[in-house]
């Protein structure tokens, strides 16, 4: 919700562009820490009250913007966010994830990214529209009271796993960290969390829809296509092998962006950001998915190459739209990112250090 509300609703805030750049990372910023203590402390306390516990945080932090628009506080609730999430995908991708075989990673981690991507559609195009509505206050007060069942779901669903297992698959680590942090930093960095700046040069006040509202419908349209393609595009990493994929995805995605960048026509922009999305869908299946497979202490190191990705990406971005007043140019930087990871992909596939 934040990352279609706060591009466009910001000055009504009383906070600064800057200051949603720092909002958009500093959840990010302190998983760069709390993702280790999630590993930690899934050897030595039990799992399950720890995962409900991080669930009961995360619905408070968003009540938390009910009462005040202050920076300070509701800093202070995305840093909370930031620890709440840092136990909830760590536990769940490797509660879901500890007895999946190799040759199904990039499928399995398809599929529950895709079901995740369901709830962040009506996250994202609801909780737009709520506020639309009803105002960020009262907006963000129902998303609270609505992801309540989430507490009680988590309980049902999840299995404890081994944080430490011998005998896991031996799989280089270096590569795909870099990855993850390019994954991280372009797409809900540079790309989501500016989008509503870029839509907002499209999009007047005037027409049928405002710019946060089609920002939310835009982004819920990628979770939705998200949802569907998720699995099967995690499945073309399988059969591919992750350089090969992860070759083509990062060039398709990088040359997308810089044709959105350039804002030719309407239509061409949002085509070349929904494949931009495609592109993302298929290389968080499959990067995430393999890093998986290398257990809790490895996978808490990728997912803090790439939180660390994803806090200076909105940094970069709103730091290039402040300067030159200029959105498209957090769009060309993410598609240069995406493009230098391809010869280094290619190179890791000569190594043979990133699967087949």
């Known amino acids: 919700m934040l990352y279609a509300v706060l591009p466009v609703y910001y000055t009504e805030l009383g906070i600064t562009g800057l ?14 820490a709390t993702n280790a203590l999630a590993h930690r402390l899934s050897d030595i306390v039990p799992q399950r009250p720890l995962l409900l516990a991080a669930f009961v945080l995360g619905v408070l932090t968003t009540a938390a913007y009910v009462f005040t628009s202050l920076f300070s506080v509701l800093l202070v609730a995305r ?30 981690m398809g599929l529950m990214n895709g079901i995740s991507r369901a709830g962040s559609a009506a996250g994202l195009f609801g909780g737009a529209l709520l506020v639309d509505l009803l105002g960020f206050s009262t907006g963000m007060l129902t998303l609270a009271v609505l992801s309540l069942p989430a507490v009680w779901l988590a309980g049902i669903g999840f299995r404890t796993f081994p944080a430490s297992e011998p005998g896991a698959p031996t799989i280089a680590g270096s590569g795909l960290n870099w990855q993850g942090f390019t994954l991280g930093m372009v797409g809900p960095g540079l790309v989501m969390a500016t989008l509503g700046a870029s839509l907002g040069e499209y999009v007047t006040e005037d027409g049928w829809m405002s710019a946060a509202t089609l920002t939310g419908a835009l982004l819920a349209v990628r979770y939705v296509l998200d949802s569907v393609a998720a699995p099967w ?61 290398r257990r809790s202490a490895a996978y808490a190191r990728y997912v803090t ?23 498209g140019l957090a769009l060309v930087a ?14 890791w596939r000569s190594s043979g250090t990133l699967g087949r």
């Not at 804002?263 to 495609?278: D, S």
């Not at 190459?305 to 959105?327: F, K, M, Q, R």
């Open 19 to 32: 200051q949603v750049g720092v909002l958009l990372a500093a959840n990010r910023i302190v998983r760069l």
């Open 233 to 293: 595009l995690g499945a073309v990493t399988d059969r591919l092998g992750l350089p090969v994929a992860a070759s083509l995805f990062f060039g398709i995605g990088g040359l997308s962006l810089i044709v959105a960048a350039a804002g030719l026509v309407w239509w061409l922009f949002t085509a070349a950001v929904m494949l931009f999305f495609v592109a993302g869908t298929a290389l968080q299946a499959g990067v995430a998915g393999t890093a998986s497979m």
């Open 79 to 108: 840093l909370a966010w930031g620890l709440s999430w840092s136990f909830i995908r760590h536990y769940g991708v490797q509660s879901v994830m500890y007895d999946v075989p190799v040759s199904e990673a990039g499928w399995t």
């Open 305 to 327: 190459a790439n939180d660390l990705g994803s806090a200076l990406g909105p940094l970069l971005g709103w730091w290039l739209i402040d300067l030159y007043a200029e959105p």
């Open 334 to 347: 993410g598609g240069v990112a995406y493009l230098v990871n391809i010869p280094f992909t290619a190179a």
